[in-house]
């Protein structure tokens, strides 16, 4: 798919319906890294990931110059710290504190709360959408007055909330509810 | 900077809480500790950490910062010319370190908390199966981070030997009250010889508490 300089040799093994896939996309694109894309089936988990991340087997695993790097979040800050154009996380200590804060947040509590409305129906899905949106207020509030979490452009937490923006919306549409 | 300026929100007992109280040792940052009650929690808190309603809460010059493992980073960036760096220099090293710490709190310390609440024999059986893979994966995990050198980090303690070590306390209480060796020297060589250097770091002796003090709040808790 994309060129390979002598000198990097980049590649993500990742799927395309997976959110924590695509936010590795995004700032690999973000920050201008020509990458290798291998879909991987995860019914069907090829030898290359079992081996490349042998600890959860899952994608996404970025491969920079043979050493491979698993979990979104740490491989996004792998990326931020390797390629230093376009930075994703704040300089300041306290923000990216807080970015890293809401980022966790983000995948351990509105992520796991949201997707446990598969398969529930009645008051249980109702109990869902109610604890889904509770989380959501407190994303809401660290959007006052700003456009993005990272203030005037794209940051650590845009990137991983996209999560809230794309999936969780096409979520709601195939099961038929609204958060 | 004033030690006022530096507050720390935990409990003795708690291991995320010995986390932060570990990185500020390393940073020679002085700082108060707000001391939660078992069993109720503080306005202090509560304001603190509103989403979560946990401590450790790390409030510098007011502003509170939460999670143990990102205020331990937060430190870090704070104090980055103070003391030893917490975090490894290299990016890939950094990212080793931040992975191996999420897998402990995902992974790992779940598996030891539930052996203290395993019930029958089945049960027991499969945490202790988890525990020996996770310890397994730790062991191969020390050696490709230490390189030869005695922690995680290097030759000095750092993020990843603070991640794990901060649980060596309850580990032993655990194994005391189910009667298994949980860490074996002869299955885990290099971790165990790692956790009895981590102990005896003079930026971990003050916070770790004593396995009897501990093992006793374990039996008033778990009772």
């Not at chain 2, 450790?56 to 937060?74: F, G, M, R, T």
Request: charged fraction near 25%.
């Amino acid at each position: 798919m994309a060129e390979r300089s002598d000198s990097e040799e980049v590649k993500l093994l990742g799927m395309w319906a997976s959110p924590f896939s695509r936010r590795i996309e995004i700032a690999l694109t973000l920050k201008g890294v020509s990458y290798e894309f291998s879909e991987e089936d995860i019914t069907n988990k090829s030898s290359l990931l079992l081996q490349l991340n042998p600890v959860y087997k899952m994608i996404p695993v970025l491969v920079h110059n043979g050493k491979p790097i698993s979990e979104p979040l740490v491989i996004l800050e792998y990326i931020d710290e390797t390629w230093r154009d376009n930075p994703i996380l704040p300089q300041d200590p306290y923000e990216r504190a807080m970015a890293r804060f809401w980022a966790k947040f983000v995948d351990e509590q509105i992520y796991v709360t949201a997707m446990k409305v598969v398969g529930k129906i009645g008051e249980e899905r109702d109990a869902v959408v109610e604890a889904t949106r509770d989380l959501l207020m407190f994303l809401e509030k660290e959007l006052v007055g700003k456009d993005f979490f990272g203030g005037r452009s794209l940051g650590f937490v845009d990137i991983v909330a996209t999560l809230v923006a794309f999936w969780l919306m096409r979520t709601e549409e195939i099961v038929g509810v609204k958060v | 900077m004033a030690s006022s300026d530096v507050k720390l929100i935990g409990a003795w007992a708690s291991p995320f809480v010995m986390r932060p109280r570990i990185a500020l040792n390393l940073k020679s940052v002085p700082y108060e500790f707000l001391q939660e009650t078992f069993g109720s929690k503080s306005e202090l808190l509560l304001k603190s950490n509103p989403v979560h309603k946990k401590i450790p809460v790390l409030l510098h010059a007011d502003k509170p910062v939460c999670e143990s493992n990102i205020i331990v980073e937060y430190i870090d960036d704070t104090w980055s010319s103070s003391g030893p760096s917490i975090l490894p220099s290299d990016p890939y090293d950094r990212a080793m370190a931040r992975f191996w710490a999420a897998y402990i709190d995902e992974k790992w310390f779940v598996a030891l908390r539930s052996f203290l609440k395993a019930g029958g024999e089945e049960e027991k059986k499969a945490v202790i199966a988890q525990l020996e893979e996770g310890n397994a994966f730790l062991e191969k995990a020390f050696i490709d981070c230490s390189k030869g050198k005695p922690f995680f980090n290097g030759d000095n303690i750092g993020y990843l030997d603070i991640a794990l070590g901060c649980f060596l306390a309850w580990l032993r209480v655990t194994e005391l009250a189910v009667s298994h060796k949980i860490l074996d020297e002869a299955k885990t060589p290099s971790l165990s010889k790692w956790a009895e250097n981590f102990c005896n770091d003079p930026a971990v002796k003050p916070v770790m508490p004593e396995t009897a003090k501990l093992a006793e709040f374990a039996k008033k808790i778990f009772s």
